[in-house]
């Protein structure tokens, strides 16, 4: 029975035994290495913790990316408001691959007092049917937070019964925020509802024999043809980035399914292979592709980096027997960049990194640092799952000193004293996960924006060229630092930074 049967995915910490709450040093990290037996670290728990994201940030990063959708939340007033943050992303995506603005359209069910006693159905009925009425859109995704979970209302249940009555496709998609804290559990969510829902093919004509030679054509293309996964850690540039490179292989690229349009969905199912960015994302999708559809996957590093962009096509160059041709590309790709970094090296040189994101992008930025010549002092990694193990063990290889790494969602009271200690020159992470360490003095840099260039050797390349500038000017921070105070105490600076970790409520230092 897979998976995709059920209503409701699971949650990461019982598929793949994922952590949020472990420190330990990246040697002993690489070595404890899990190698595809499942995750073998304990997952751990903070006597206290700050507040964090729920799983419906990703999910509506990715839903409202869906042209010709509507993105339906049913949950309390509040619950899905980062879509106002996240409709810049919508508007400037849709520029750079349609030419045109266009705003995400998300509605809200905004359940009260009385919906929590009397239930949320009826109005999740009305508002179904006003959203069909009113945009007419292919697809409404109903997005169920937190309340619908507790008090009972069956969001699949109401789909059903309202589906006859509309002309959109309606897809249940669950991020009640309670039941998981490992927020990746929204990318098998809205995948889940994509596997139930938009992979099957509708209004097929019968092929007649004139069709033949188009079929052949069809399929000739499809041979060819490889899934880019993408959802929503990539802007169109670093689209762009890899589909040049992938076509300098003579493939064709379908990026998918971030402002892909419903409807296109089914292209996935016919291509040749499917070529995860990011194994974080990406597992639960291709493996049900690869079980449903016989489409093979490659699920392994990310193309961040100079030496993980060129694993990266050479996976792929294997798979289609084009290793020649590969090895032709990387050694000028390489050679070309390598050069283009020296300019950057005598400023690098001596300086230390502290890098916080989702872990296989954290984990892929740390091995790009240390190959333009930066150093490492510090991780930390949203969570853990068995995907990360052959990146701890690159970074283990290269690094100058055994340094930490902080399995947290978030948590920056453990970051700001960890910065005050490691004293890092530089600090990267998301951007609203940035004001830590800006505070604190340290330049900052973004992690992640659509908008910049970061994947494959271009990346490499503009990440350099941004980090260089930084570095070469470090006053704005200085004075904030100057200017401003985070809220802790010197006692928290003086303290262990894991006194919370493991304690069961307690600190060590009581
Ligand atoms: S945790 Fe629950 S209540 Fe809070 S934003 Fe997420 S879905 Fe809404």
């Given at each position: 029975?897979?998976?995709?049967?059920?209503?409701v995915?699971?949650?990461?910490?019982?598929?793949?035994?994922?952590?949020i709450?472990?420190?330990?040093?990246?040697?002993?990290?690489?070595?404890n290495?899990?190698?595809?037996?499942?995750?073998?670290?304990?997952d751990?728990?903070?006597?206290?913790?700050?507040?964090?994201?729920?799983l419906?940030?990703?999910?509506?990063?990715?839903?409202?990316?869906?042209?010709?959708?509507?993105?339906?939340l049913?949950?309390?007033?509040?619950c899905?408001?980062?879509?106002?943050?996240?409709?810049?992303?919508?508007?400037?995506?849709?520029?750079?691959?349609?030419?045109?603005?266009?705003?995400?359209?998300?509605?809200?069910?905004?359940?009260?007092?009385?919906?929590?006693?009397?239930?949320?159905?009826?109005?999740?009925?009305?508002?179904?049917?006003?959203?069909?009425?009113?945009?007419?859109?292919?697809?409404?995704?109903?997005?169920?937070?937190?309340?619908?979970?507790?008090?009972?209302?069956?969001?699949?249940?109401?789909?059903?019964k309202?589906?006859?009555?509309?002309?959109?496709?309606?897809?249940?998609?669950?991020?009640?925020?309670?039941?998981?804290?490992?927020?990746?559990?929204?990318?098998?969510?809205?995948?889940?509802?994509?596997?139930?829902?938009?992979?099957?093919?509708?209004?097929?004509?019968?092929?007649?024999?004139?069709?033949?030679?188009?079929?052949?054509?069809?399929?000739?293309?499809?041979?060819?043809?490889?899934?880019?996964?993408?959802?929503?850690?990539?802007?169109?540039?670093?689209?762009?980035?890899?589909?040049?490179?992938?076509?300098?292989?003579?493939?064709?690229?379908?990026?998918?399914?971030?402002?892909?349009?419903?409807?296109?969905?089914?292209?996935?199912?016919?291509?040749?292979?499917?070529?995860?960015t990011?194994?974080?994302?990406?597992?639960?999708?291709?493996?049900y592709?690869?079980?449903?559809?016989?489409?093979?996957?490659?699920?392994?590093?990310?193309?961040?980096?100079i030496s993980?962009?060129?694993?990266w096509?050479?996976?792929?160059?294997?798979?289609?027997?084009?290793?020649?041709?590969?090895?032709?590309?990387?050694?000028?790709?390489?050679?070309?960049?390598?050069?283009?970094?020296?300019?950057?090296?005598?400023?690098?040189?001596?300086?230390?990194?502290?890098?916080?994101?989702?872990?296989?992008?954290?984990?892929a930025?740390?091995?790009?640092?240390?190959?333009?010549?930066?150093?490492?002092?510090?991780?930390?990694?949203?969570?853990h799952d068995?995907?990360?193990?052959?990146?701890?063990?690159?970074?283990?290889?290269?690094?100058k000193?055994?340094?930490?790494?902080?399995?947290?969602?978030?948590?920056?009271?453990?970051?700001?004293?960890?910065?005050?200690?490691?004293?890092?020159?530089?600090?990267?992470?998301?951007?609203?996960?940035?004001?830590?360490?800006?505070?604190?003095?340290?330049?900052?840099?973004?992690?992640?924006?659509?908008?910049?260039?970061?994947?494959?050797?271009?990346?490499?390349?503009?990440?350099?060229?941004?980090?260089?500038?930084?570095?070469?000017?470090?006053?704005?921070?200085?004075?904030?630092?100057?200017?401003?105070?985070?809220?802790?105490?010197?006692?928290?600076?003086?303290?262990?930074?894991?006194?919370?970790?493991?304690?069961?409520?307690?600190?060590?230092?009581?």
């Amino acid at each position: 029975m897979s998976y995709f049967d059920n209503n409701v995915p699971p949650k990461r910490e019982d598929r793949l035994q994922a952590v949020i709450a472990h420190k330990e040093n990246i040697c002993s990290l690489a070595k404890n290495g899990t190698s595809g037996k499942g995750c073998l670290i304990q997952d751990g728990d903070r006597g206290f913790t700050q507040g964090t994201i729920c799983l419906l940030l990703p999910a509506l990063a990715m839903l409202n990316s869906l042209p010709d959708n509507v993105v339906l939340l049913h949950s309390a007033l509040g619950c899905g408001s980062c879509t106002h943050s996240q409709n810049a992303n919508v508007r400037v995506g849709n520029t750079h691959r349609w030419g045109k603005p266009k705003d995400g359209i998300w509605l809200s069910t905004a359940l009260d007092e009385t919906d929590v006693i009397s239930g949320g159905e009826d109005k999740l009925e009305r508002a179904i049917i006003e959203a069909d009425r009113r945009y007419r859109p292919a697809t409404i995704t109903i997005v169920a937070g937190c309340v619908p979970g507790i008090i009972g209302d069956d969001i699949d249940g109401v789909a059903q019964k309202v589906q006859p009555e509309v002309s959109a496709r309606l897809l249940p998609v669950h991020c009640e925020g309670f039941k998981t804290k490992i927020w990746a559990t929204a990318y098998d969510a809205v995948y889940h509802t994509i596997g139930r829902n938009l992979l099957t093919e509708r209004g097929v004509k019968p092929k007649t024999p004139q069709d033949e030679l188009d079929v052949l054509k069809e399929q000739e293309r499809l041979s060819r043809t490889v899934n880019l996964m993408n959802v929503s850690s990539m802007g169109r540039v670093d689209e762009q980035e890899l589909e040049r490179l992938l076509s300098s292989l003579g493939l064709t690229v379908n990026v998918f399914p971030v402002f892909a349009h419903p409807d296109s969905f089914i292209n996935a199912t016919r291509a040749a292979l499917s070529i995860s960015t990011c194994p974080t994302h990406d597992d639960y999708f291709l493996g049900y592709l690869e079980e449903r559809f016989n489409v093979p996957s490659i699920i392994r590093h990310m193309p961040i980096g100079i030496s993980n962009t060129s694993l990266w096509i050479r996976d792929v160059a294997a798979h289609f027997g084009f290793e020649e041709q590969a090895e032709r590309l990387i050694a000028v790709e390489e050679a070309e960049l390598k050069a283009a970094l020296e300019q950057f090296r005598p400023v690098f040189e001596g300086k230390k990194v502290f890098i916080s994101a989702g872990e296989f992008r954290a984990l892929a930025t740390a091995r790009l640092l240390q190959e333009v010549g930066l150093e490492v002092v510090a991780i930390r990694s949203f969570h853990h799952d068995q995907f990360a193990d052959i990146e701890y063990e690159k970074l283990a290889k290269e690094a100058k000193t055994d340094y930490v790494v902080d399995i947290a969602n978030v948590q920056p009271f453990e970051e700001a004293n960890l910065i005050k200690r490691l004293k890092p020159d530089l600090f990267l992470g998301h951007h609203n996960g940035n004001m830590t360490a800006a505070k604190l003095g340290v330049p900052t840099h973004v992690i992640y924006n659509t908008g910049l260039a970061y994947i494959g050797y271009r990346g490499v390349f503009e990440v350099a060229r941004r980090l260089h500038r930084q570095l070469s000017n470090p006053a704005f921070n200085r004075n904030l630092a100057d200017n401003l105070r985070l809220p802790y105490s010197e006692a928290w600076y003086e303290s262990e930074p894991f006194a919370y970790l493991n304690t069961r409520g307690r600190s060590v230092n009581e």
